[in-house]
T-cell receptor, first 115, second 113 residues
Framework: AQSVTQPDIHITVSEGASLELRCNYS??????LFWYVQSPGQGLQLLLK??????LVQGIKGFEAEFKRSQSSFNLRKPSVHWSDAAEYFC?????????????FGKGTKLSVKP | GAGVSQSPRYKVTKRGQDVALRCDPI?????LYWYRQALGQGPEFLTY????????KSGLPNDRFSAERPEGSISTLTIQRTEQRDSAMYRC???????????FGSGTQLSVL
């Protein structure tokens, strides 16, 4: 079955530490891949997306993600986390050729940042 | 407006009542989307419009759910005869066209008692 998996429900990191949030997908063809962030009381905001080309994608707020076809993964990374990064992060996909609006989301990873 | 606006912010209703949730997209955005997010889950696609035309309603869970966008701007998601399982955050998003970046509103938190 087609699915998006975020294995970590909740992660806590110290401010200044590096961060990696995991995302795996299960689709026949490589889908379009996205990471969104949701801060409390806010709407979802797009951090970055991958359609094709360079497998290392740069996004806003210092985030990057790497597409690895062999692992069906699209992990989100940040070298040094700031307290303001505390939020919930969602990986999402659109099946190849589909509309960007018909997103299929993972269950999310909540990030807490320790001082 | 500056962003996608949804109202009300919170809605508490009794089981069996009808509710209408409103979405005001970014001015000029052609495409409008409705998602539902249950507690502990990611958002789930419900339906979307280009202008006033409903392009895809495959995500609507049953016939108690309907949506309209009569003038190609503001949209209303209506849930008839609400049930407790309808309790969730309902999120609206809009985009310039249907293959562009989505901008999400803050959502309407629906609680059915």
């Amino acid at each position: 079955a087609q699915s998006v998996t975020q294995p970590d429900i909740h992660i806590t990191v110290s401010e200044g530490a590096s961060l990696e949030l995991r995302c795996n997908y299960s689709y026949g063809a490589t889908p379009y891949l996205f990471w969104y962030v949701q801060s409390p009381g806010q709407g979802l905001q797009l951090l970055l997306k991958y359609f094709s080309g360079d497998t290392l994608v740069q996004g806003i707020k210092g985030f990057e993600a790497e597409f690895k076809r062999s692992q069906s993964s699209f992990n989100l990374r940040k070298p040094s986390v700031h307290w303001s990064d505390a939020a919930e992060y969602f990986c999402a996909v659109v099946p190849y050729g589909g509309s960007q609006g018909n997103l299929i989301f993972g269950k999310g990873t909540k990030l807490s940042v320790k001082p | 407006g500056a962003g996608v606006s949804q109202s009300p912010r919170y809605k508490v209703t009794k089981r069996g009542q009808d509710v209408a949730l409103r979405c005001d997209p970014i001015s000029g955005h052609v495409s409008l989307y409705w998602y539902r997010q249950a507690l502990g889950q990611g958002p789930e696609f419900l339906t979307y419009f280009n202008y006033e035309a409903q392009q895809d309603k495959s995500g609507l869970p049953n016939d108690r759910f309907s949506a309209e966008r009569p003038e190609g701007s503001i949209s209303t998601l209506t849930i008839q005869r609400t049930e407790q399982r309808d309790s969730a955050m309902y999120r609206c998003a809009s985009s310039l066209t249907d293959n562009e970046k989505l901008f999400f509103g803050s959502g309407t938190q629906l609680s059915v008692l």
